[in-house]
DNA sequence: CTGAAAGCGCTAACAT
DNA sequence: ATGTTAGCGCTTTCAG
């Protein structure tokens, strides 16, 4: 049982004076004479006062909260950035994140909506969205609402990355560098059939692929191309499968040079397929990753293709928190290509072969 | 301006009842005619109603919330894992979580006490806390406290890991494969002097570390350990040092068959010097980490000292909610090995080496 | 410049 | 079995 914290009043009995004058002295707004201001900031330090946000909020029907209703959390680091950096962006403007991981289930995200609309938030975020019907039930709320990295529809505000051209500078970078054949490795998620956004982000990185393949006058080889489905319960984002990938690529003599895998997470398993088979990286293949997220620790580090994860969650408080006058605004952020050393000439022959 | 959402006098005006009515259906207590039951629910369904729960919090005096403060949450997964744990346990038991990244800043946490005691959260976890005088400032509170990994003192339940059993236990694994001379690489943080814990997590698994060698019959060469200090702002877990680090200890001819590093994230940065210097792992050198965090991803995947992470949020939480007639409980929850393939029979002699 | 007071939406004790 | 009602602690309009 715990003892009741300092009211308003007890603040105002002891400065004498009403809690209308002591809720002018903390929010400092309204005239009050510099004496019964400092009686009653003596007062507020006395008792140690602390505002009850629940009774504010509840007058003033906006609590400067934000729900940010996520998926996948682990083993994928990109969502967490996002969160992280969503909730120093709030922080930044004086509002407060709450936090739920729908692990991708639906019905988790319904009710994650559910707890926020009561808990009466200003705003919702999705990073990304699982089920476009609670979408909808967050709307109809009358919270903000934002779809960060893969929206379900364009009525409300979202953001999200390049990832065309993002995949089509990694794929430049390869070929300055003299590779001509160069593999591609992605998966899809497919958990709720039927519900799951039509665009993938990984097809939009193939895309980037093929396109700048075709620019420079060259194509992707049927079998250097390999688009896994991301997988069961236990392994949700089918990294280990990242390996097995590799070897349907690379195991022949005949093998391309690069490979540019559509996400960190899967270049890792990427890179341990070619640890035990001895290719050196980047001697033998070179190798760019994506997301940024487990790049700078891979061995070799690994180069990938940023995504501005902390800017999404920025972008997305900015979204969330402005009472823009127009409709939802759709926000695309530029990626950059971070070079480590998983990338290098391509090999002139096989004499770097062991 | 959203408009009005739904109130209870609504509901009970159109199911032509007394809010009291509509409460005890909503709540399932009190006994309620099925038919009025019926009707009730039915003006519910229709008005899609949702409870406001400041205003149940200002009038019950308690939220159901939980206020997480963490650190360091990027980039290393531990806490992060943690915060997981414990917003999933936390969900179970009906609980919210207010999350707060205080980035090892002990101002940025006393700010994230002070917006938890705002809301009224029933409980505020620290994983793990920067400054005490922010852990008295929560209990004075009146909240539930408890700390996380690294408690500052014992006036608060806390659960930790058992990092010196856990570290000897990777020493016995790397003994029994006949590894006799085995190094050790750690570093210890240190942001806020003074005020930090003097007892650190590395520094005990260095001394698990030591204890295990010495029950072997063993003990740790001088230039074999190296406790490095973790970093700068740009590079705060001083992940990158592990590459210098290990250069120390392995560039000689004569050098140790095996390393304990005393994080994963550390581990990724020594593999890598050994990559770019062609020691292969594990058949010159033979590496263990501690989190398992990173450690299923690197090359070659890590053997490591698993920390309970999910566990460790499922234990805050019990604590944080079981109104205990005793006083403070302190948990320490055992790790456990998981042997991938960084381990290996200790060379036999230099024939190993290109 | 300061105070009085209505009310935000819900709960629970008490009355019927 | 159901209704009435007094607050929970704050904000804010309106009076003075």
Redesign the interface.
């Known amino acids: 049982v715990?003892?009741n914290?300092t009211r308003l009043v007890d603040v105002a009995a002891r400065a004498g004076v009403s809690t209308a004058t002591v809720a002018r002295v903390i929010h400092g707004n309204g005239r009050v004479r510099p004496k019964t201001r400092a009686a009653v900031q003596e007062a507020l330090d006395e008792t140690?006062y602390?505002?009850?946000?629940?009774?504010q909020?509840?007058k003033k029907r906006r609590?400067r909260t934000i729900g940010h209703l996520l998926q996948n959390?682990?083993?994928n680091?990109f969502n967490?950035?996002v969160a992280?950096g969503l909730?120093?962006a709030a922080?930044e403007a004086g509002y407060?994140?709450?936090?739920?991981?729908a692990r991708d289930e639906p019905e988790l995200e319904r009710q994650g909506v559910?707890?926020f609309?009561?808990?009466?938030v200003d705003a919702i975020v999705f990073t990304p969205p699982v089920d476009v019907a609670n979408v909808d039930v967050a709307i109809?709320?009358?919270?903000r609402v934002v779809q960060v990295e893969r929206p379900m529809h364009d009525r409300t505000s979202s953001v999200v990355a390049d990832n065309v051209v993002g995949a089509a500078e990694a794929v430049d970078h390869l070929v300055a560098l003299g590779h001509r054949r160069i593999g591609f490795i992605g998966a899809q998620t497919s958990y709720a059939p039927g519900r799951v956004a039509n665009v993938s982000v990984e097809l939009e990185r193939l895309a980037g692929y093929r396109e700048a393949l075709a620019r420079h006058g060259l194509s992707a080889r049927e079998g250097d191309v390999v688009i896994g489905a991301y997988g069961s319960r236990q392994d949700p984002l089918g990294?280990a499968n990242g390996y097995e990938y590799a070897s349907r690529i690379f195991s022949g003599r005949e093998r391309p040079t690069a490979v540019l895998v559509a996400s960190d997470?899967l270049a890792?398993?990427v890179?341990?397929w070619?640890?035990?088979h001895d290719l050196r990286v980047p001697a033998d293949v070179s190798v760019v990753g994506f997301d940024d997220t487990?790049a700078?620790?891979?061995?070799?580090?690994l180069t990938s293709v940023r995504l501005p994860m902390l800017e999404f969650g920025a972008h997305a408080v900015e979204l969330a928190i402005s009472d823009s006058p127009d409709g939802p605004e759709h926000r695309r952020l530029g990626t950059s290509l971070v070079v480590r050393h998983s990338t290098g000439q391509a090999p002139t022959s096989k004499e770097s072969r062991s």
Chains 1, 2 share one sequence.
């Open positions: 715990r003892e914290p140690g602390r505002l009850n946000a629940l009774a909020g509840l609590t959390v682990f083993p680091p967490v950035e992280l909730e120093a922080k407060r994140v709450l936090l739920y991981n559910e707890v609309i009561e808990w009466r109809a709320s009358g919270a990294l997470l890792a398993s890179l341990q070619f640890y035990e487990l700078a620790h891979l061995s070799p580090p």
